[in-house]
Protein backbone atom coordinates (compact mmCIF):
# COMPACT_ATOMS: atom_id res chain seq x y z
CA UNK A 1 0.00 0.00 0.00
CA UNK A 2 1.38 3.60 -1.27
CA UNK A 3 0.02 6.92 -0.62
CA UNK A 4 0.74 8.35 -3.85
CA UNK A 5 1.92 12.17 -3.58
CA UNK A 6 1.56 14.25 -6.76
CA UNK A 7 4.46 17.22 -7.46
CA UNK A 8 3.13 20.03 -9.63
CA UNK A 9 4.92 23.31 -10.98
CA UNK A 10 3.02 26.66 -9.58
CA UNK A 11 1.24 26.35 -12.50
CA UNK A 12 -0.06 23.06 -11.93
CA UNK A 13 1.31 20.66 -14.61
CA UNK A 14 2.05 17.80 -13.40
CA UNK A 15 6.14 17.02 -13.15
CA UNK A 16 6.09 13.62 -11.49
CA UNK A 17 4.59 11.27 -8.60
CA UNK A 18 5.94 9.58 -5.51
CA UNK A 19 4.61 6.43 -4.03
CA UNK A 20 5.32 6.31 0.08
CA UNK A 21 4.86 3.11 1.44
CA UNK A 22 2.02 3.02 4.31
CA UNK A 23 3.26 0.24 5.92
CA UNK A 24 6.96 -2.16 6.03
CA UNK A 25 8.58 -2.16 2.93
CA UNK A 26 12.35 -2.23 1.88
CA UNK A 27 11.45 0.43 -0.52
CA UNK A 28 9.89 3.64 1.40
CA UNK A 29 9.59 5.70 -1.85
CA UNK A 30 9.24 4.96 -4.60
CA UNK A 31 9.30 8.12 -7.51
CA UNK A 32 8.25 8.55 -11.17
CA UNK A 33 9.37 11.99 -12.73
CA UNK A 34 7.34 13.40 -16.11
CA UNK A 35 9.40 16.31 -16.69
CA UNK A 36 12.75 17.60 -15.61
CA UNK A 37 11.42 20.14 -13.41
CA UNK A 38 12.89 19.83 -9.86
CA UNK A 39 10.51 17.43 -7.64
CA UNK A 40 9.06 20.43 -5.02
CA UNK A 41 5.73 19.40 -3.00
CA UNK A 42 3.11 22.25 -3.07
CA UNK A 43 3.87 24.97 -5.18
CA UNK A 44 0.87 25.14 -7.10
CA UNK A 45 -0.64 26.09 -3.59
CA UNK A 46 1.43 28.70 -2.32
CA UNK A 47 0.47 32.26 -1.86
CA UNK A 48 3.35 34.71 -2.55
CA UNK A 49 3.39 38.05 -0.35
CA UNK A 50 2.64 35.49 3.14
CA UNK A 51 5.38 33.63 4.79
CA UNK A 52 6.20 30.49 3.23
CA UNK A 53 6.87 27.59 5.00
CA UNK A 54 9.67 24.82 3.84
CA UNK A 55 9.43 21.75 4.97
CA UNK A 56 11.54 18.14 4.54
CA UNK A 57 8.20 15.68 3.91
CA UNK A 58 5.46 16.46 1.73
CA UNK A 59 3.14 14.85 4.77
CA UNK A 60 4.30 17.80 6.62
CA UNK A 61 3.34 20.84 4.43
CA UNK A 62 -0.11 19.50 4.06
CA UNK A 63 -0.96 20.31 7.88
CA UNK A 64 0.05 24.08 7.16
CA UNK A 65 -1.66 26.80 5.08
CA UNK A 66 1.60 28.23 2.64
CA UNK A 67 4.18 25.79 2.49
CA UNK A 68 5.90 23.60 0.15
CA UNK A 69 8.35 20.52 0.80
CA UNK A 70 11.39 19.93 -0.78
CA UNK A 71 11.48 15.47 -0.28
CA UNK A 72 14.84 15.67 2.16
CA UNK A 73 17.05 18.14 4.00
CA UNK A 74 18.12 20.26 0.78
CA UNK A 75 16.14 22.67 0.37
CA UNK A 76 18.17 24.64 -2.82
CA UNK A 77 15.78 23.34 -4.85
CA UNK A 78 12.58 24.60 -3.35
CA UNK A 79 13.64 27.45 -2.71
CA UNK A 80 15.30 27.81 -6.74
CA UNK A 81 11.47 27.44 -7.49
CA UNK A 82 9.98 29.78 -4.81
CA UNK A 83 12.91 32.19 -3.89
CA UNK A 84 14.06 33.90 -0.97
CA UNK A 85 11.40 36.13 0.44
CA UNK A 86 9.10 35.12 2.96
CA UNK A 87 10.66 31.64 3.68
CA UNK A 88 11.03 29.73 6.81
CA UNK A 89 12.66 26.64 6.50
CA UNK A 90 11.25 24.13 8.40
CA UNK A 91 13.81 21.03 9.37
CA UNK A 92 12.64 17.77 11.02
CA UNK A 93 13.49 18.05 14.82
CA UNK A 94 16.91 15.62 14.60
CA UNK A 95 19.29 17.33 16.53
CA UNK A 96 21.89 14.12 17.15
CA UNK A 97 21.86 13.71 13.26
CA UNK A 98 24.89 15.56 11.96
CA UNK A 99 24.05 15.81 8.44
CA UNK A 100 20.47 17.45 9.43
CA UNK A 101 22.72 19.60 12.37
CA UNK A 102 24.84 20.40 9.20
CA UNK A 103 22.10 21.51 6.86
CA UNK A 104 20.43 23.35 9.61
CA UNK A 105 23.51 25.82 10.04
CA UNK A 106 24.25 25.92 6.36
CA UNK A 107 21.03 27.72 5.69
CA UNK A 108 21.28 29.71 8.68
CA UNK A 109 24.79 31.22 7.38
CA UNK A 110 22.71 31.60 4.65
CA UNK A 111 20.50 34.05 6.14
CA UNK A 112 17.37 32.03 6.41
CA UNK A 113 14.44 32.04 8.39
CA UNK A 114 13.88 29.06 10.13
CA UNK A 115 12.36 27.13 13.11
CA UNK A 116 14.41 26.03 15.84
CA UNK A 117 12.69 23.39 18.09
CA UNK A 118 12.92 23.69 21.54
CA UNK A 119 13.35 21.37 24.44
CA UNK A 120 9.66 20.59 24.86
CA UNK A 121 9.25 19.50 21.47
CA UNK A 122 9.93 15.71 21.44
CA UNK A 123 8.44 15.23 17.94
CA UNK A 124 10.26 14.46 15.12
CA UNK A 125 7.96 16.07 12.51
CA UNK A 126 5.05 17.83 12.12
CA UNK A 127 3.36 15.15 11.02
CA UNK A 128 4.69 13.20 14.23
CA UNK A 129 3.39 15.43 16.27
CA UNK A 130 -0.31 15.90 14.42
CA UNK A 131 -0.25 11.86 14.53
CA UNK A 132 0.83 11.77 18.86
CA UNK A 133 -2.89 14.04 19.20
CA UNK A 134 -1.41 17.74 18.84
CA UNK A 135 -3.89 19.83 17.04
CA UNK A 136 -2.73 21.82 13.48
CA UNK A 137 -3.36 24.91 15.65
CA UNK A 138 -1.33 23.85 18.84
CA UNK A 139 1.52 22.77 15.95
CA UNK A 140 1.03 26.38 14.21
CA UNK A 141 1.42 28.17 17.78
CA UNK A 142 4.63 26.93 17.91
CA UNK A 143 5.56 27.55 14.37
CA UNK A 144 5.45 30.92 15.61
CA UNK A 145 7.28 30.95 18.51
CA UNK A 146 9.83 28.81 17.17
CA UNK A 147 10.75 30.81 14.17
CA UNK A 148 14.01 32.42 14.43
CA UNK A 149 16.25 34.86 12.44
CA UNK A 150 19.69 36.81 12.84
CA UNK A 151 21.54 35.69 16.22
CA UNK A 152 18.57 34.56 18.28
CA UNK A 153 19.05 32.15 15.44
CA UNK A 154 21.87 31.27 16.51
CA UNK A 155 21.54 30.89 19.81
CA UNK A 156 18.48 28.50 19.15
CA UNK A 157 20.37 26.38 17.03
CA UNK A 158 23.50 26.51 19.82
CA UNK A 159 20.88 25.34 22.43
CA UNK A 160 18.91 22.91 19.67
CA UNK A 161 21.85 20.45 18.71
CA UNK A 162 23.17 17.70 21.19
Known sequence: ERLVIPFRREDGLLTGVTGRAMGNSSLRYATIRITDDPLV?????????????????????????????????????ALYNIGDE?????????????Q???????FAQRGYAMIVWNANWTYKDINDAILSGCSVSEVEYILNKSTFKGLA????????KK
Open 41 to 77: YGLERIKRGKPIYVTEGPIDSMFLDNAVAAGGTDFSR
Open 86 to 98: NVVLVFDNQPRNK
Open 100 to 106: VVKRVET
Open 153 to 160: RKLAIRDW
